[in-house]
């Protein structure tokens, strides 16, 4: 047996006994582990290090939204006992939604394309949600506007809008920015991040720069459909990614840089992290962790990279 390097180990807080035990699944989400991804760091000669969202309880990082806004919605008196929770998404926060809304008692409906993975649509009913598939024909946009009208003047019912919904952001600006910012002991040269809601990349860009840091933010997007570089939306196969238009809560004045990504080689490169780094992540992770190897590249070595690992492959095993 050839001999192995020591590991790259990253002095983080290390986790107290009373974090072994929390009082329900909501307490057991967030607080990932940052991952050094060792093959792109080794070949850039930066330290690209990946937040590893995908070991939350409900499969991705969805789980921090959906916990921030039905919470939030509860302290407000806009989500109470009896409410219906009704929400337009691509799959991952359908799941997360569906997660939290079992835990919490409230009947949950998931509008989603029909185009998602069949596993998307598994993990959904298996907390208890009902689902509604959306036609090819119809958009997310479209969806949305629907939905509105479908709750016009209707209190029992709660829409997360989550490409509108300032909570999204939150969610991201005071637990996932902060937990990256307490992990890396190290200036932070580049943050990068695929845009879907675009909650996180608004939410941890903000808290970065909140905290002094001068990181260069990047927004990752599918080539097929780059509406935030300006070209018309399209078919595309990363799913969690441009639902084909820029969401509300998105300023891209914010944004130092878009990469613009194919969605053949976001699959190709999942499945790398896979088999290189043993970590079994979704397309968009490969989205992600592609984008972030062209900035190390463009920074050249020495440079430190913190990207996201949205969510696990299981759900994509049939893509």
Do not use: W
């Not at 080794?42 to 990946?50: L, Y």
Request: net charge neutral; proline share 5%.
């Amino acid at each position: 047996m050839q001999g192995t390097a020591a590991p790259h180990l990253v002095d983080c807080p290390r986790r107290t006994p009373t974090c072994l035990v929390v009082s329900d699944v909501l307490d057991s989400i967030g607080n990932t582990p940052l991952i050094r991804l060792r093959n792109v760091s080794e070949a850039t000669g930066c330290e690209i290090f990946a937040k590893a969202e995908f070991l939350n309880p409900g499969g991705s990082i969805k789980d921090r939204i959906a916990r921030h806004i039905i919470l939030a919605a509860e302290r407000r008196g806009e989500l109470r006992p009896g409410s219906t929770i009704v929400e337009v998404t691509s799959g991952n926060t359908g799941i997360a939604l569906s997660m939290v809304g079992a835990m919490r008692g409230y009947r949950v409906i998931i509008i989603l394309p029909r185009s998602v993975s069949v596993e998307r649509r598994q993990m959904i009913e298996a907390f208890g949600a009902e689902l509604e598939l959306l036609d090819e024909v119809n958009d997310i946009q479209a969806a949305i506007r629907q939905t509105e009208a479908r709750a016009a003047g209707r209190k029992d019912l709660f829409l997360p809008r989550q490409f509108a919904n300032p909570d999204n952001i939150e969610a991201h600006r005071r637990t996932t920015g902060p937990e990256i910012m307490r992990q890396m002991r190290r200036p932070i040269d580049a943050f990068v991040m695929g845009v879907g809601t675009g909650g996180t990349i608004m939410g941890v860009g903000r808290a970065l720069r909140e905290g002094g840091s001068s990181a260069r933010i990047v927004a990752v997007e599918p080539d097929e459909s780059a509406v935030m570089s300006g070209d018309k939306r399209g078919r595309h196969g990363i799913q969690g990614l441009a639902d084909g238009f820029i969401p509300g809560i998105v300023r891209l004045k914010e944004i130092d840089q878009v990469i613009r990504i194919k969605s053949a080689e976001a699959l190709q490169r999942a499945h790398e992290i896979s088999r290189e780094e043993g970590l079994l992540v979704g397309i968009s992770s490969g989205a992600n962790v592609i984008a972030a190897t062209q900035v190390a590249k463009e920074m050249g070595p020495g440079h430190a990279i913190v990207t996201i690992l949205p969510d696990r492959g299981e759900r994509y095993l049939s893509v």
